[in-house]
C-alpha cells in the first residue's frame, strides 16, 4: 500500500513536470487601438472577454504592431509562435492590420484571421499574402479592405449600421463586440 501511493505521488510529479516542460500552445490574438489609444476601449473590453474564454489576447497600440510582428517573425524562425494569429484593429489600428498581417505574410507566418472595426482616415492598404480570412465591420461611409499582388484569402465587409452605432462607438458597442468575439472564437475553437 504505502509503496502504491509512492509510486502514486511520483507519477504525479513526473506529470506536473511534464507539464511545466511542454506546455500547451495556445493562439495569438492581437487587439490593436485606435488613434492615441482614446477610443478604443471597447478593444481593451474584448481583450478581458476573450481572457475569461480562455483565448490568449493582448491589446496593443497602434503603431505597436511593428515590433510585435518583429517578436513574432522571430520567434516563428525558432518555431515557438502559437497558431492560430489573430489581428483585430480599431480606426487607425484598423489601418495598421493589413499592414501587419502583411508584415507576418512576406516572413512566411500565416495570419489566420484579420478583423476591421471600421478602419479609417487613411484608406487602408490592401492586402498582400499572409491573411487567409479578412472581415470588416464598419459603417456605410467607411473605408473597404481591398485585395492586393498575393492575396489568396476572402475579404467579408459588414454593415453595422442596423446597430445604430457610428465610427468612435463601433469596439464599444455591445452587438458588434459579439460578432467580433464569436468570429475570434471560431477561429481559435474555443
Known sequence: ?????????????????????????????????????????????????????????????????????????????QKKVSYPIVIAGHSL??????????????????????????PGFPQPPAFGKGAKRVINYKIPSGKNYRRGAGFSGSIKTIDVSKYGTDHVGIDKNKNVQSLVISQIRKTVKK
Not at 489600428?93 to 489566420?112: I, K, Q, S, T
Open 1 to 77: 500500500m504505502l509503496m502504491r501511493m509512492r509510486m502514486s505521488i511520483a507519477a504525479g510529479a513526473i506529470a506536473i513536470v511534464s507539464g511545466v516542460i511542454s506546455p500547451a500552445k495556445a493562439e495569438e490574438v492581437y487587439m490593436i487601438r485606435g488613434f492615441l489609444n482614446v477610443f478604443s476601449d471597447g478593444m481593451n473590453q474584448m481583450t478581458r472577454q476573450l481572457a475569461a474564454k480562455g483565448i490568449r489576447a493582448r491589446a496593443i497600440s497602434n503603431g505597436a504592431w511593428q515590433d510585435v510582428a518583429s517578436d513574432i517573425i522571430r520567434r516563428a524562425k
Open 93 to 118: 489600428g484598423g489601418v495598421e492590420a493589413p499592414r501587419f498581417a502583411n508584415a507576418l505574410g512576406r516572413a512566411g507566418v500565416p495570419v489566420a484571421l484579420v478583423i476591421g472595426l471600421d
